[in-house]
């Protein structure tokens, strides 16, 4: 990285780690790298803690953070399982900072937890919203027997591991210095140390990332069935809701289709009463419209028979003044067979009315619409009128009651 009047250079030998995050990037130097490497194997298998000291810019409206240096973690205590910072660590780190790094601040912190992988603390968590309170101060975790390491940082109120970073190769002179100074004398024999015990640190190390692993997989299988049973039983009150709505929709849609069956019936019959010219409509009359019916039919009946008496009476006269004793005789015979002959029918229609069914009219009825609810057509109107002795298919009455043929 190359700082000029008004500009920033980015360093072009590099060295990818990981998918880069194009909205945050982070160039972290080879020196301070190496550094924090050894840093974390020369502690004999205990966790370190570290400053990341740098600068940050926005180019191309992104923001890029360079970390070219790194403070040892001084006065520090370890509580609640974990090496914390004081203040008097931020103090004597500061004065590296104006010793070494001079314009440069403090951008983050980095911890070695050897055996634990990239396991996440919520202890870290809190330490860094104590101490690390800016925006895009970065958490460096790291786990030298497996040779992992990641960056993360608050972001949108959420502890996030941010996608890979950058190595970049340029001279150091400040980072060498310090690294010079600051070197323990037996850093190299507790390498050594370190990489003997990497066997046995390595499988304690994989043995508790198992041990995690399951921890976390069974945490998960609780959520989610959590969040199942929650669901089942919001599924089945919808269920139980869309359920009654349908049963109550079933009644409703019933009770609609006989409407609309006695609605279609009705309109049927008003239509084949339309078509048809030769129906009359028949209703029941009251019983005023009755009584004068029974008037005109008794007067009808009267002139009927007066007539009739007396083309009986023109027959008689004419027969007896032009016929003689065989016309007496023949007369006689005649009037025996047709009285034989009205007698049998007379048994035969009293014998037939008792097997008769009988209907009481009702309001609102005709002939037709009796017929039509009997026999189910109109064709028994005529049959009706006959056995009932109706002239007239207009003259029924409500309470009346009718002979219907079988």
Request: proline share 1%; hydrophobic share 30%.
């Amino acid at each position: 990285m190359k700082k000029e009047k008004n500009s920033i250079s980015l360093p072009k030998n590099i060295k990818q780690m990981g998918n880069i995050d194009e909205s945050f990037k982070i160039y972290v130097e080879d020196y301070v790298f190496t550094y924090l490497q050894q840093y974390s194997k020369s502690s004999k298998g205990e966790e370190q803690i570290a400053f990341l000291i740098g600068d940050e810019y926005t180019i191309d409206n992104n923001k890029v953070l360079f970390i070219n240096g790194a403070v040892k973690g001084e006065d520090t205590i370890v509580e609640d399982g974990m090496v914390k910072l004081t203040k008097k660590s931020f103090e004597n780190a500061k004065e590296q900072i104006n010793t070494y790094f001079e314009n440069s601040k403090i951008v983050g912190w980095f911890y070695s937890q050897p055996g634990f992988s990239d396991y996440i603390n919520e202890g870290y968590i809190e330490h860094h919203k104590e101490y690390f309170k800016e925006e895009n101060q970065v958490f460096f975790l790291s786990d030298p027997l497996e040779n992992i390491g990641g960056f993360y940082r608050f972001y949108q109120n959420d502890f996030k591991s941010v996608n890979g970073f950058i190595i970049y190769y340029e001279k150091n002179e400040a980072m060498s210095e310090y690294m010079l100074n600051n070197k323990p004398n037996n850093m190299r024999e507790e390498e050594e140390k370190f990489k003997a015990k990497d066997e046995r640190l390595i499988n304690i190390s994989r043995q508790k990332r198992a041990n995690n692993q399951s921890i976390n997989a069974l945490k998960e299988y609780k959520k989610m069935s959590s969040i199942f049973s929650s669901l089942s039983a919001v599924l089945f009150l919808i269920c139980f809701i869309m359920g009654a709505g349908l049963i109550q929709s079933d009644d409703k849609i019933a009770e609609l289709e006989k409407r609309l069956a006695k609605l279609d019936e009705s309109y049927r019959y008003i239509l084949a009463q339309i078509k048809d010219d030769n129906v009359q409509s028949v209703f029941a009359q009251n019983s005023q419209a009755l009584t004068e019916g029974t008037t005109e039919v008794t007067t009808k009946e009267e002139i009927n028979q007066t007539t009739q008496a007396k083309t009986e009476e023109t027959t008689q006269a004419t027969t007896q003044a032009t016929t003689k004793e065989e016309t007496k005789e023949e007369t006689t015979l005649n009037n025996t067979i047709s009285t034989q002959i009205n007698s049998e029918t007379t048994t035969k229609q009293n014998i037939n009315t008792q097997n008769l069914k009988k209907y009481e009219v009702k309001e609102g009825d005709s002939l037709e619409l009796i017929s039509k609810k009997i026999y189910g057509n109109r064709s028994k109107i005529e049959e009706i009128m006959a056995l009932n002795n109706l002239e007239d298919p207009d003259k029924i009455y409500v309470g009346m009651t009718l002979l219907l043929p079988n």
